[in-house]
């Protein structure tokens, strides 16, 4: 729990300002950025360095939770689909795809307001007479709640359940193949 946690603090620091800013403002409708490096420089021009990391805690609020759900979700599946731990594929598709969709589903919300943080989208925010740059977790959920009620949390929850589950299934699988495919090797070798 503590290396997927570390490992989760130090992967978002860096991939945060890549990811969460630069290629969430290069695909907004009539983005004015037509370059990363132009996105970059007028980001930081414009806004300063913090924009960088406006959503960080946002983005650890929902990758954090993200995993253990992902994780535990994958071992309950796995408990039931392959109790005896076997390299079995079909099993790792399985109980991958549906890790990766509950826990898409279940951080949706997070999800959302991170995108808000992130894009800081001039039409969401003059509608609601929003002046300046939106800044925290709190004022993301409470300026999507104003956009949308309940529902505003949840947009978009179909596209990241279907993007998560090929992802998680495939992972799961490859990591599942190579541990099988490492300690087969390892027992081999043996005398």
């Given at each position: 729990g503590i290396a997927g946690s570390v490992a989760t603090l130090l992967h978002d620091a860096v991939m945060?300002?890549?990811?969460?800013?630069?290629?969430?403002?290069?695909?907004?409708?009539?983005?004015?950025y037509t370059s990363v490096l132009g996105c970059v420089r007028a980001v930081h021009r414009t806004e300063g360095v913090g924009a960088f990391y406006r959503s960080y805690t946002t983005q650890l609020t929902m990758n954090?939770?993200?995993?253990?759900?992902?994780?535990?979700?994958?071992?309950?599946?796995?408990?039931?689909?392959?109790?005896?731990?076997?390299?079995?594929?079909?099993?790792?598709i399985v109980a991958g795809a549906v890790a990766g969709a509950v826990a898409a589903a279940a951080t949706t919300p997070l999800d959302v307001c991170k995108t808000l943080l992130n894009t800081q989208e001039n039409t969401a925010l003059s509608s609601l007479n929003i002046r300046g740059h939106l800044s925290g977790m709190a004022n993301a959920f409470s300026t999507v709640y104003q956009l949308g009620g309940l529902p505003g949390f949840f947009k978009g929850v179909?596209?990241?359940?279907?993007?998560?589950?090929?992802?998680?299934?495939?992972?799961?699988?490859?990591?599942?193949?190579?541990?099988?495919?490492?300690?087969?090797?390892?027992?081999?070798?043996k005398p």
């Open positions: 945060n300002p890549a990811e969460a800013v630069v290629k969430q403002r290069l695909q907004m409708f009539n983005s004015p954090v939770p993200f995993q253990a759900i992902h994780f535990i979700t994958y071992e309950l599946l796995q408990e039931h689909l392959n109790p005896h731990r076997q390299y079995n594929p079909r099993s790792h179909q596209a990241r359940v279907i993007y998560q589950m090929p992802s998680t299934a495939i992972a799961w699988s490859v990591y599942e193949f190579f541990k099988y495919f490492l300690t087969k090797r390892a027992l081999e070798k």
